[in-house]
């Protein structure tokens, strides 16, 4: 007498259907858990544009006028 077990998704090839439903499942938790993590890491800030990295720099002092005008000037021209 079989046991209600030992079907063909067990002796045949079913455990190997098993093990990529259960390799795809674990892999996909792991992508989406790394890039959460990444992305919780590195923040991006969605709205800012080329003229406003450029206004920032001229606030904090990391360029002058003549290179700031000069930088949104090149900016409008594009």
């Known amino acids: 007498m079989t046991h209600a077990y030992?079907?063909?998704?067990?002796?045949?090839?079913?455990?190997f259907l098993w093990f990529g439903v259960w390799f795809?499942?674990?892999?996909?938790?792991?992508?989406?858990?790394?890039s959460y993590r990444y992305s919780r890491r590195f923040p991006t800030e969605p709205?800012?544009?080329?003229?406003?990295?450029?206004k920032e720099r001229y606030a904090?002092?990391?360029?002058d006028r003549e290179a700031f005008d000069?930088?949104?000037?090149d900016l409008a021209a594009k």
């Open 24 to 34: 795809l499942l674990i892999s996909s938790l792991s992508h989406w858990g790394y």
């Open 60 to 63: 904090r002092g990391e360029i």
């Open 47 to 54: 709205g800012k544009t080329a003229l406003d990295i450029v």
């Open 70 to 73: 000069r930088m949104k000037l």
């Open 6 to 15: 030992w079907n063909d998704w067990y002796v045949g090839w079913g455990w």
